[in-house]
Antibody, heavy 122, light 111 residues
């Protein structure tokens, strides 16, 4: 059974940094692209970032480009999101999600974690 | 690519059909013949789950009352007979180009 478990969400002040983690199990982590998707309270889904299966390619939403960095560690079956220069508008539930096909296929997010809550407030 | 869903709110009587439209600002049809358009359902208090991928392929375990159709820039999610468990917010998402983008969401509620 595929499992994705996010952690690291806390309350931080504007301008601070935070690293989110997503522990993956139940599938061959190194073969699949992975995403971060966030959801502000009461709002819709917003795609944040994507890393290809081999980590050769990373992509970001314009709203986080230059501030967030996605990475993966296949030895730990873990996905990360380093979040710097946090802003109040980054407050959201952050989900990690797995692409449905191996290789350079980025859609069909067939497994999602339960999310970890990041609150940016002074 | 901007994704636009309609309607944003959809009250439906159980047993009746329902339909949600998703339009993209650019064609989602790849040269390989596939449309890079997915549909997701987020039930209240839950994480999203994929219903349809590549425009019309039903995800594993999804009831056959759900179907996806369309190509290019116009897509539709249809529920043949709505059940109580179908309540939630439905999102379309394109993965043809980065940044990946979601529609605003359509909230389905039972009348």
């Amino acid at each position: 059974e595929v499992q994705l478990v996010e952690s690291g969400g806390v309350v931080v002040q504007p301008g601070e940094s935070l690293r989110l983690s997503c522990a993956a199990s139940g599938f061959t982590f190194e073969y699949f692209a992975m995403h971060w998707v966030r959801q502000a309270p009461g709002k819709g889904l917003e795609w944040v970032s994507l890393i290809s299966w081999d980590a050769a390619y990373t992509y970001y939403a314009d709203s986080v480009k230059g501030r967030f960095t996605i990475s993966k560690d296949i030895s730990k079956n873990s996905l990360y999101l380093q979040m710097d220069s946090l802003r109040p508008e980054d407050t959201a539930l952050y989900y990690c999600a797995k692409a449905g096909e191996v290789g350079y296929s980025f859609g069909n997010l067939d497994s999602w974690g339960q999310g970890t809550l990041v609150t940016v407030s002074s | 690519i901007v994704m636009t869903q309609s309607p944003l709110s959809l009250p439906v009587t159980p047993g009746e059909p329902a339909s949600i439209s998703c339009r993209s600002s650019q064609s989602l049809l790849h040269s390989n013949g596939f449309n890079y358009l997915d549909w997701y359902l987020q039930r209240p208090g839950q994480s999203p789950q994929v219903l349809i991928f590549m425009g019309s392929d039903r995800a594993s375990g999804v009831p056959d009352r759900f179907s996806g159709s369309g190509s290019g820039t116009d897509f539709t999610l249809k529920i043949s007979r709505v059940e109580a468990e179908d309540v939630g917010v439905y999102y379309c998402m394109q993965s043809l180009q980065t940044p990946t983008t979601f529609g605003q969401g359509t909230k389905l509620e039972i009348k």
